[in-house]
């Protein structure tokens, strides 16, 4: 018996990335997961590799998609935010456009979800919410980061007060706050600065331990929130940065 057992869970951003390794380490621990995505391609990818997760299309910047999700799925016992995009630019780069967009994918989109299944969870007087954040955002600043942080920070800020309003109601949520991690987005926008092994060069030498993290590090520490060993752990942003922030 793993330690999910028992529980559902639900991950957006689920394809590919943290949003997939969270969604393998909950079903290994034995969570019924549901994993969600636009990405219809990597959703299949992910099932035809394991077949005990169930995928769902689902863009989290529809609202009435999101209800309609939640019919589908039934009441969770864990929701996993993991969507998000992140801007390359300072305030002065940024459009009306970028901040709109950024804000619906990075916090708005996680609203919605949590207005979604809160109320089932707090029927049913139990639920744990876990929110992909970073170590870019109240923690810390980046270059060239201005809106990604700033969305990043709403996370750390939406998650903090959520737990505020129900901890006396069972539920629980924490924000995950990864350092540099190499997922498939990561290597595209490294790709996308035209020089890969600069650009790699140029992140890897920001990080103390030398390497860049692993989505099935950040996956750890989500499966452990969402989990009932930590039945006392409510309102923290955890640093998950390899001592970026040392």
């Known amino acids: 018996m793993g330690r999910l057992a028992g529980k559902v869970a639900i991950v957006t951003a689920a394809a590919a990335g943290i949003g997939r390794a969270s969604a393998v380490a909950m079903a290994r621990e034995g969570a019924k997961v549901f994993a969600a995505d636009i990405d219809e391609a990597g959703l299949g990818k992910l099932k035809a590799e394991n077949n005990t997760i169930e995928t ?54 996680h609203f919605r979800m949590i207005q979604a299944y809160l109320p089932a969870m707090l029927e049913r007087g139990a639920g744990s919410i876990v929110n992909i954040a970073s170590v870019v955002s109240t923690i810390k600043g980046a270059p060239n980061r201005f809106l990604y942080g700033a969305t990043k920070g709403a996370v750390i800020a939406l998650t903090k007060q959520l737990a505020a309003d129900y901890v006396g109601r069972g539920i629980r949520a924490n924000a995950v706050c990864p350092g540099t991690v190499e997922t ?26 030398g390497r860049l993290g692993r989505p099935e590090e950040i996956a750890s520490l989500v499966t452990y929130l969402a989990s009932d060993e930590a039945a006392f752990v409510t309102g923290q942003a955890f640093i998950i940065d390899g001592g970026w922030t040392i």
């Not at 309609?68 to 969770?76: D, I, K, L, S, Y």
């Not at 987005?185 to 103390?208: H, V």
């Open 56 to 109: 769902l299309t689902l863009d989290v910047c529809d609202a009435a998609k999101v209800r309609a999700a939640r019919e589908q799925t039934g009441p969770v016992d864990v929701l996993v935010n993991c969507s998000g995009f992140v801007h390359h630019g300072t305030v002065m780069e940024v459009s009306e456009k970028d901040w709109d967009f950024s804000f619906d994918l990075n916090v708005r989109a």
């Open 184 to 209: 498939p987005s990561l290597i595209a926008r490294m790709r996308a600065r035209g020089d890969y092994d600069k650009a790699r060069a140029e992140f890897l030498a920001r990080q103390p331990t």
